[in-house]
């Protein structure tokens, strides 16, 4: 058993960097979380996901955006599920410790407010109110998901090319069934979503089809 997680660990790619894509960040910002902060300072629950989260760059990336829009995010009942098959990715993740070059596309005074440098290493680390908003767990796509609530936002961005198009059909449609009826899922730039349940909504995001479309 180990072994065969060490292999699953050499084999994946974990390619990632804060803000990636940074119009997925815009979007996220206009279409879910705008919408949402009445609600969510009303109490509801807002819950957001970045499945294949690799050491972390991209759920934090969610949580500066959810914060800038939400400033008391933390005092609500907002959480963002961070999930990585590589258990090497995951523990980097929930560490939240990066390098000057790792932090370098974030912007000046999100980087000042929510990472800290430690000035004997030079690496930064997140802030305790940032990482509080993130849940990082082991999760492999193609398996069992003990996930019981339906998610506002849903990133996995270059995760379903390397697999087959059935599998990627069947990722597409597990992912509807978890999504609130305005949610989004924002994918990478090279893929796109078969699933006859979604439609386009800006450059690689997907809404649920609307009625009558």
């Known amino acids: 058993g180990d072994e065969r997680g060490n292999m699953l660990a050499a084999l994946t790619t974990n390619v990632t960097r804060f803000f ?29 996901w970045s499945a294949g989260c690799s050491t972390g760059q991209e759920p934090y990336s969610m949580a500066m955006t959810v914060l800038s829009v939400i400033p008391e995010a933390t005092r609500l009942d907002v959480r963002i599920l961070a999930t990585d098959i590589d ?27 929510y990472l800290k440098r430690d000035r004997d290493s030079g690496n930064w680390a997140v802030t305790p109110e940032l990482r509080s908003l993130i849940t990082f767990n082991e999760l492999n ?33 597990r ?5 609130q009826p305005h949610a989004r ?16 909504d800006g450059l690689t995001t997907y809404c649920l089809k609307r009625r009558g479309a």
């Not at 899922?185 to 386009?200: I, K, M, N, Q």
Request: proline share 6%.
């Open 20 to 48: 990636r894509e940074p119009h997925h960040f815009d979007l996220l910002r206009t279409q879910v979380l705008e919408p949402l902060v009445a609600n969510a300072r009303a109490g509801a629950r807002v819950r957001l």
């Open 185 to 200: 899922l924002y994918v990478g730039h090279s893929e796109r979503v078969g699933d006859a349940g979604f439609e386009t």
């Open 87 to 113: 258990p090497n990715v995951v523990a980097t993740g929930r560490a939240g410790i990066y390098n000057e070059e790792a932090v370098s596309p974030v912007p000046a005074t999100l980087r000042d407010k």
């Open 175 to 179: 992912f509807r069934q978890h999504m």
């Open 141 to 173: 796509l193609i398996g069992d998901w003990p996930i019981k609530g339906k998610f506002d936002a849903i990133f996995c961005r270059n995760v379903v090319i390397y697999f087959e198009e059935p599998t990627q059909e069947r990722i597409w449609g």
